[in-house]
């Protein structure tokens, strides 16, 4: 079974800085895929960035960026120019392949999480 | 339409109670799946439905029973919960077979008493 450890329970930052969260997993598996979800006070789970485990680039989505050490099982996740809006809670997960009948159909596997503060 | 639509967004009952929480998407999503997330604790699977047939039941309790009638709409039935099962309860999609990530709605706060 995989698992996810998100190592920071509480991160904080000031406004404009940049922050890093830090994710790791353990797999046996040599293709999946990860993900950085943010939910703030809303509640709604939101997909930030998506990494496919057989691609070396590092995915990048506007001030969100992640680095992918395939080999340390590593999937960081940076944020830059944070602004109040990102304050939030942030989950790093993990997801097989697509096995359709089989027990890693569809499910996310989810780290712990870690709550970030923006400081103003 | 881009949006998981859950309802109600907060629902207290009593533990003899009957109630049902509703789930809905026009994405064309043939993947629909139940969550339940305790405060500051990552959401925790408890159904899969691919092409509307249950894919997983990750050993939940009968009190909660899932449905779901079409490929648009899922259904989570509650009957004689217990305080214990206040949570949030969160409905995702996706396209079944290709991994793009979920589409979550905003939940449903359950409070039993």
């Known amino acids: 079974a995989q698992t996810v450890t998100q190592s920071q329970p509480e991160m904080s930052v000031q406004e404009a800085e940049t922050v890093t969260l830090s994710c790791t997993y353990d797999t046996s598996e040599s293709d999946y895929y990860l993900f950085w979800y943010k939910q703030p006070p809303s509640r709604q789970m939101i997909l930030v960035i998506r990494q496919e485990a057989y691609k070396q680039q590092n995915a990048t989505e506007n001030r969100f960026s992640v680095n992918f050490q395939k080999a340390a099982k590593s999937f960081s996740l940076k944020i830059s120019d944070s602004q109040l809006g990102d304050a939030a809670m942030y989950f790093c997960?993990?997801?097989?392949?697509?096995?359709?009948?089989?027990?890693?159909?569809?499910?996310?596997?989810f780290g712990q999480g870690t709550i970030l503060t923006v400081h103003p | 339409d881009t949006e998981v639509t859950q309802t109600p967004k907060h629902l207290v009952m009593g533990m003899t109670n009957k109630k049902s929480l509703k789930c809905e998407q026009h994405m064309g999503h043939r993947a629909m799946y139940w969550y339940k997330q305790k405060a500051k604790k990552p959401p925790e699977l408890m159904f899969v439905y691919s092409y509307e047939k249950l894919s997983i039941n990750e050993s939940v309790p009968s009190r909660f029973s899932p449905e779901c009638p079409n490929s648009s709409l899922l259904n989570l039935h509650l009957h004689a919960l217990q305080p214990e099962d206040s949570a949030l309860y969160l409905c995702a999609s996706s396209p079944a077979g290709v991994v793009i990530g979920y589409t979550f709605g905003s939940g449903t706060r359950l409070t039993v008493v």
């Open positions: 997960a993990y997801r097989s392949l697509p096995n359709a009948g089989g027990t890693s159909y569809g499910k996310l596997t």
